[in-house]
């Protein structure tokens, strides 16, 4: 990734850290629905940025939404969780000559079946990962169950709705 | 010393992974209070089985003592029955009697865990809210006063001993004076220190010194120790008393938490007139 493409990513990462802790946050929609968008940032960093980077990353976002909702740790673990699997995903799972290319997961680099999957199964790994640390129990495992689906079927179609609308954005401008 | 610099050079990734997972776990149980709690109550839990079973161990060594003591004990409480009292009137009747009431009973306990080394100690006992014990109950050692109860769990209670320099009581000395504070000033573990006894009263050196009713938590005449020394405080207003502990602090371990039947209704009706205790 050239300067620019930085650049961009931390203003854009800034946009989308104030949705969420401004307007996502504060939506009370409701008992069941508290969607991350903000993950939408850690899953589509370049996919052969170095691990430490990508951990770094993670943790100050998670860090960030953490200290606007008062839950220290909670976030930055589960960030950092995911930041850890995604690794795993890639260094085992896919194809090494394509991950040596840098791109950043979105509609138009990869195939659109292929991303919907991805963004599906790490939206559901974070709620997942978030909700049970923060029940910190195994009791109550009904509505834990019931916060993950409703939070990450929110969380999918509005990271979706939002690398839709910005890939339309990038593809206009080049 | 190179392999190593090596070998942490090629992990780095996965040290660094490591220490942020830590960093947020502290933060996420130091301060989020519903995760402190939750992690405290199941770390408590696996540390009071592990306790017992240490205890458990460790009691073996101390049977012939704990022994002895009984033994004392019974002797005193075979003492007190009604076959060791020989009847001068003839014409006074023991009959069974409703006009009193069991005000006080007696819920055992080991102790599993004690320290004395700090100036706050407290010690863990096996009983907890199962077994009826409750927060600001007594606790006596067969030898004399020992604690009182400040929190519960389903199976464990911790209390806050004799030497823990928060611990407060009313005292009487010598059957008498029931007037100032027993409390530590976290020196000699052998000695607790009365405050606040004016320097009218009569204090001398050996006079026992008892628990009073008036906190509720202790019948009245249970032994907290002796005198052991007693001097005029500067100014000559009050005394300076240490008493000896009659209870062998260093080395609790059969204990008996006090309940007391009317303790609600005492809390109930002084609630709105005394505070503390």
């Given amino acids: 990734m050239e300067t620019r493409d930085w650049v961009r990513l931390v203003l854009s990462g800034f946009v989308i850290l104030a949705i969420q802790v401004l307007v996502i946050n504060n939506l009370n929609l409701n008992q069941y629905m ?46 950092v969780s995911v930041m850890f699997l995604r690794y795993v995903y890639f260094n085992n799972l896919v194809d090494k000559e394509w991950l040596s290319t840098g791109v950043r997961p979105s509609f138009t680099s990869v195939d659109s079946g292929w991303f919907v999957a991805y963004v599906g199964i ?20 009904g509505s834990t169950l019931l916060k993950i689906l409703y939070s990450s079927s929110l969380a999918i179609f509005l990271i979706l709705l939002f690398t839709f609308t910005f890939n339309r954005e990038t593809t206009n401008d080049s | 010393m190179q392999n190593l610099l090596q070998f942490i050079r090629t992990n780095f990734h996965i040290f660094l992974f490591l220490i942020l997972q830590g960093i947020s776990l502290f933060a996420l149980i130091r301060f989020n209070s519903y995760h402190q709690s939750v992690f405290f109550s199941t770390s408590s839990t696996v540390n009071g089985n592990i306790l017992t079973q240490r205890k458990n161990i460790i009691n073996y060594f101390s049977l012939k003592s704990e022994n002895q003591k009984l033994k004392e004990e019974n002797i005193l409480l075979r ?93 009487k000395i010598n059957g008498k004076i029931r007037y100032g504070n027993v409390t530590w000033n976290g020196k000699d573990e052998s000695l607790v220190q009365i405050t606040n006894v004016s320097d009218h009263y009569e204090v001398k050196v050996g006079h026992e010194v008892t628990t009073t009713e008036f906190g509720h938590y202790f019948p009245s005449n249970i032994k907290i120790g002796n005198i052991k020394t007693a001097t005029k405080s500067e100014g000559g207003k009050y005394w300076d008393i240490d008493v000896e502990i009659a209870a062998n602090m260093s080395q609790l371990s059969e204990v008996y938490i006090i309940k007391n039947h009317f303790q609600s209704e005492f809390s109930t009706l002084e609630e709105k007139y005394i505070d503390g205790n």
């Fill in chain 1, 122 to 141: 790490f939206t559901l790994v974070f709620h997942t990962i978030l909700f049970f640390l923060e029940n910190f129990s195994f009791t109550h495992l």
């Fill in chain 1, 34 to 79: 508290f969607p991350q968008l903000y993950i939408l940032l850690l899953i589509t960093l370049p996919i052969n940025l170095k691990h430490w980077v990508g951990y770094l990353i993670a943790f100050a976002l998670g860090f960030a939404v953490d200290s606007f909702s008062y839950t220290p740790g909670l976030q930055s673990f589960t960030a």
């Fill in chain 2, 79 to 171: 003492t007190r029955g009604t076959e060791n009292y020989i009847f001068v009137s003839k014409d006074t009747v023991a009959v069974k009697d409703s006009n009193q009431l069991l005000q006080y009973s007696y819920i055992p306990a080991k102790v599993i865990y004690n320290n004395i080394r700090k100036e706050k100690n407290y010690f863990t006992l096996d009983r907890g809210a199962n077994a009826g014990v409750k927060k600001g109950m007594g606790v006596i050692s067969p030898l004399g006063v020992a604690g009182k109860i400040v929190d519960v769990s389903d199976h464990f209670s911790v209390a806050m001993s004799l030497l823990n320099s928060e611990f407060i009581l009313t005292p």
